[in-house]
């Protein structure tokens, strides 16, 4: 299979830094009993480590081409892909259906440029089951 290139359109910059997937990861202190959220994996490069860690990760990703290289590089391992437009969802509704019991979740992700300051107002606005958010934002947007 190809690897997977950024597309400009969709914001994409993949995290291949490996010392910043180790940092986020440990921002998130998790303890292996979570639901991970996480917005727009690419690659999985950060996806890698939250399996490892948490209780399961859900993902959402909008690039139809990346999921056949998600699907192929996870598998069935802890990771529920939602191919789909994360700012087109009701995020508390999917994870619901996925975890009918699910009282918390933590999103942890590298935040797509174009569409960082609609994902988070999303969350903060909408979501009654997301209570902790880790991400890595362009320092353009952190500014603003």
Do not use: C
Request: hydrophobic share 45%; charged share 25%; glycine share 4%.
């Amino acid at each position: 299979m190809n690897k997977p290139r950024a597309k400009k359109y969709f914001g994409q910059n993949f995290l291949v830094d490996r010392n910043m997937q180790d940092k986020i990861v440990r921002l998130a202190n998790l303890k292996g009993h979570e639901t991970v959220l996480e917005i727009g994996p690419g690659t999985g490069a950060l996806t890698r480590h939250l399996i490892k860690q948490a209780k399961q990760v859900i993902a959402y990703e909008i690039d139809r081409d990346l999921i056949p290289h998600l699907e192929e590089e996870f598998g069935p391992q802890g990771l529920v892909l939602i191919a789909e437009d994360v700012l087109k969802r009701d995020i508390d509704e999917d994870l619901l259906t996925i975890d009918p019991t699910l009282e918390e979740a933590i999103v942890v992700a590298n935040l797509p440029y174009y569409i960082t300051t609609p994902i988070l107002f999303k969350l903060l606005e909408t979501s009654h089951i997301v209570q902790t958010i880790i991400v890595m934002v362009q320092h353009e947007v952190a500014m603003r």
